[in-house]
Structure formats: C-alpha cells, structure tokens
C-alpha cells in the first residue's frame, strides 16, 4: 500500500512541477524503485513527457516501460507500454508504419490476454491511420464501435462518433450527420462543453454538405446564442462564417458576405488565428465568384499572412521544444554522470584487486588463445588443401566431360561427313545407270537412288549435330543471333560448321553443295554480318 501510495504521489508531484528543478530527483526516485514499481512510474513519466510534447523522452521512458513489463512477464504493463508509442509514433512523430508495428504487438497481446478495450483501441487506430479502403475503414469503425459501447467506454464512443462523422462527410452525408448527433447526445451526457460546440458545428457542416441550407443556418442560430451565454468567441465565430459558407454555397453573395464579415470581425477581434484565415479563404472565394478579383486578391494577401505566421508560430514552438528537449538532455547527462560517478568511486576501492586478478586471466587466456591460434591455423591450412583438391578434381572432372563431349561431336561430325561422302559416290557410280536400256534394271536403280536420298537425310544429321555442339559450345548461337538476328536457318548452320573449323570440301559434303557454293556462302555470311574487308570471318566466328 505504501509503495503504491509513493509511485502515485512520485508521478502528481511531477505532473505539478511540470518538468521543473525537482525532476531530476524524480527520474533517480524512479530509479531505485523495484522492476514491478518502475513499470507503473516509467509509463507515468512517459505521458507526462507526452504531453508537454517531449518526444524523444516520452519515447524513452515508455520504451523503459515495455522493456521492464517484459522481463516480468507483465502482459498490462506492455500493453500500456505499447499504447503510449502507439500514440507517440502516431501523433508527435506521423510515423504512420512506426504506430502500425506497435499497433500489431498491441492487437496480438490484446488477442493473447482476451482485452476487448485494447482490441479495440488497435481497430479504432487502423481506421484513423489507414483510410485508402473505404470499406475496410468503415468495417473497422463499426468493429470499435461495438467493442467500445460492450465495455461502456463512453468517451472513446464519442470520438469514433465524431470520426466516422468525419469520415462520411464528403461522401454520405446523411450518415455523417447521424453520427455527429449521437456524439452531440454522448458529450453531452459526459458534460464536456468544448466537445459539445465541437459536435454541433460538425452537424451544421453536414447540414451544409446535404444542402439542407435553411436548417443549416437555422441550427447555427442556436448555435449562436449558446456562444454568446457562455463568451465563447471562436464558437462564435465559426457558426456566423458557417452561416456565410451556407448562403455562398446558393450564390447569394450579399448575405455571405454580410456573414462572414461578421465572423471575421469577431476572429479578428479575439485574434483568432485560424478561424481567421478560414475567414480570408471564404471572403476570397465569394468575391472570387463575383468578379470582384482586387477584393478577392486582397483577402487572399490576407490568407497568405495568416498561413505564414502560423507557421512561424508553429516554427518558434518546435524551436522552443527542441530547446527544452536539449536542455533535459543536458541535465539527463548531468544526472547519468552523478551516478557514474558514485559507481566509479565504488569500483576504486576494489580495483587493484580486479586488475591483478585480471592481469592473471589475461596472460592465461592469452597463453590458451595462442595455442588455440595455433591449431585453429592447421585446421584452416588442412581444410584449404582438402578444398583446393575438391576443385581440381572438380575441374579434372568438369575437362575431362568437356574433352568426351568434343570427341564425341568431333566423331559425329566424321561419322556425318564419311556417310554423306560414301552415299554422294554410290549416288555417282548409281547415276551411270540409269541410261541402261534394261528397263527391270532402271527400276532397281531408282529405287535404290531413292533409298540413297532418304539415308542423306541433312535435317536430322544437322540435328544431332547441333545437340553434340551445344555442349560444347553452350552459348554459341545466342551470340552469334545477338550479333544479327535475321540469320537463316542454313546460315546458322553455316556458321557453326566454321566454328568448328571445318574445311571447305568438309562443309560443302555435309550441306550438300559444291566447293564453290561454300565460298559464295561465306562471302554472302560476311556482308549479313556487316564485317569490314580486313576482318577474318573464321577468327570473328571462332571468337564468339
């Protein structure tokens, strides 16, 4: 009860002080606490951080907080834990795949431990972050939903209401506005009035987005007259510009500009910076549509201003926060070097005793280390022999394959050449026959010139022929098509018979042409190849 009672008053007391002189004795507070304690205190101190927007140490300390949680198995500890970088990644850092990899742990300990809320903190951010899919974001919401109302969680309620309102806006406006009056009904039953203004603005915006113009203004009259009991001057303001957006929407110009003035006299009045510049773009707008482009320009002058002190404000307070960040980085150093160096005087009184015991295990380990060396060097010399040999009995193999494979082609092409020479002279001696006048005899010449023809068979020669060299020569006829693709089947067949180095009688047997033939086609490969005179075209070929 006591250490309970400590860890809350340590996490207020902070809070009070908003990261003032005593914070530093807080983070060492939270130091000395038991790993149970820390979690608890960790998560605190990173919220805290949170909200006065110190990105970087709230990170650490949530981080702090889900590394204890997890050497103690705390699975409400992560959970919290990975909320509060959830939220970091999402809202100060818009690392969108940063919220998503945590919103997966998240879903997955949610699941694991059965915590609807969790499991539907995780759907609700999947619809936020990620609205490409219309469906799917819609589904998610409705999912949320319905978890958050089982749980009666009544403020996470109303903003899925609120959102889904938004989220339906351009498209369904009639859906939006339903969900923007359940969320006016919840806030108001919570009793937060700035959601309450909030929430009856977004009903006059989906009013508007329907076209519903009379009951629009009409809502925003009541809207009016709440702003003005409670002096709530931006509330205001915002109902007269909607008033002005709804009669600019029906081109009646005079009225929306007899509204919107109004608004921006009271934005300008209050120094309402971005309603103001809300104000600018309406006017401009509507004098846009007028015709009346000096008007128009000059408010759009106007507009410009605005967005660039807005973002000299929004400059100066990132400025302000990385100051802030630095100097709490600066005193974060000064508290680790206090605690180094209590450690440090600690660790001196022990120190001779710990150098000369670990002079000894040095010059041990040393001796061992050596010797290990040593061995570790022959292992390393035996293995290198052992895999210089594999690869050249890998290589012997690999040559000796290579030589077997141009044998094999170097026969097959002799076998081709012997066949096709020993058939060309029996078709010769066969030839001097056929002017026999013994008609029987004729007969039995031709048919066995036919039989001859048949056994000359150049296609499936050429096809053996092309396999055994492909072997051999494995790229040969992609490179020679790289160099010209229109070559013909015979010129192919040509070329890889001068690859060979073949000779001229050697190829004109094996393509059936005559000796003269074989030089026409090598002078006709020449010019398709488009090689200069001095090119030799049997060393361009043996090189590819």
């Known amino acids: 009860m006591f250490r309970q009672s400590f860890i809350l008053v340590l996490i207020l007391t902070l809070t009070t002080i908003c990261l003032g002189q005593n914070v530093d004795s807080l983070i060492l507070a939270a130091e000395k606490l038991t790993k149970k304690e820390k979690i608890n205190s960790y998560e605190g101190l990173g919220q805290i951080f949170y909200n ?9 300390f949530f981080e702090k907080s889900l590394l204890t949680s997890e050497e103690l198995n705390d699975t409400i500890g992560q959970m919290n834990a990975l909320k509060g970088l959830l939220r970091v990644a999402y809202h100060k850092e818009g690392d969108i795949d940063g919220s998503f990899m945590y919103a997966g742990n998240l879903e997955y300990l949610a699941h694991e431990y059965n915590d609807i809320s969790y499991q539907a ?47 339906l806006l351009d498209t369904i406006p009639t859906e939006a506005l339903k969900y923007y009056q359940q969320n006016l009904t919840l806030v108001k039953e919570i009793g937060n009035q700035a959601d309450e203004n909030l929430a009856r603005s977004n009903i006059s915006s989906a009013l508007i987005a329907m076209k519903k113009y009379e009951d629009a203004r009409a809502f925003c009259e009541q809207n009016i007259e709440i702003a003005e009991e409670s002096n709530d001057q931006d509330f205001l303001a915002y109902n007269y510009l909607l008033i002005g957006v709804s009669y600019e ?33 309406l006017l401009r707008e509507i004098y846009n549509k007028q015709g009346k482009y000096g008007e128009a320009f000059d408010y759009f002058a106007k507009e410009t201003a605005i967005k660039q002190k807005l973002e000299q404000e929004e400059n100066a307070r990132n400025i302000a926060v990385i100051n802030a960040q630095h100097e709490l980085d600066l005193r974060t150093k000064e508290l680790e070097a206090v605690k180094l160096s209590s450690y440090y005087r600690n660790l001196a009184q022990t120190a001779g005793l710990i150098i000369l015991g670990i002079l000894a295990m040095g010059l041990y380990f040393y001796n061992v280390r050596r010797r290990l060396k040593v061995q570790l060097q022959k292992e390393e010399l035996e293995k290198l022999k052992v895999e210089q040999m594999l690869e050249q009995e890998e290589r012997d193999r690999l040559k000796e394959r290579l030589d077997y494979k141009e044998r094999e082609l170097a026969s097959s092409t002799m076998f081709t050449l012997q066949k096709n020479k020993m058939l060309s002279d029996l078709k010769e001696k066969i030839g001097a026959l056929k002017v026999s006048g013994d008609e029987k005899m004729r007969k039995q010449v031709n048919s066995l010139d036919r039989n001859i023809e048949l056994n000359m068979n150049f296609d499936e020669d050429w096809q053996k022929f092309k396999l055994h060299f492909s072997e051999v020569h494995p790229d ?32 004109a047997q094996l393509m059936a042409i005559s000796a003269g033939s074989v030089q026409k086609a090598r002078h006709r490969l020449k010019k398709k190849l488009d090689l200069d005179k001095e090119v030799n075209l049997i060393e361009f070929i043996s090189n590819l």
Do not use: W
Request: charged share 35%; proline share 2%.
């Open 121 to 167: 903190y995780v759907l609700h951010h999947y619809a936020r972050a990620n609205r490409e899919d219309f469906d799917k974001t819609y589904t998610r919401y409705l999912r949320a939903l319905e978890m958050y109302k089982a749980k009666e969680k009544k403020v996470s309620i109303s903003i899925v209401y609120r959102e889904l309102g938004d989220f």
């Open 52 to 60: 006065q927007d110190f990105t970087i140490k709230s990170k650490e």
């Open 249 to 281: 929407k029906q081109d009646d110009f005079p009225n929306a500009i007899k509204f919107a003035i109004q608004g921006k006299d009271i934005c300008e009045a209050n120094d309402l910076m971005e309603k103001k510049q809300f104000t600018y773009q």
């Open 476 to 507: 040969f006829f992609e490179r020679l098509h790289q160099t010209n693709k229109t070559l013909n089947p015979n010129e192919t067949r040509f070329s890889a018979y001068i690859r060979m180095g073949l000779t001229t009688k050697e190829i």
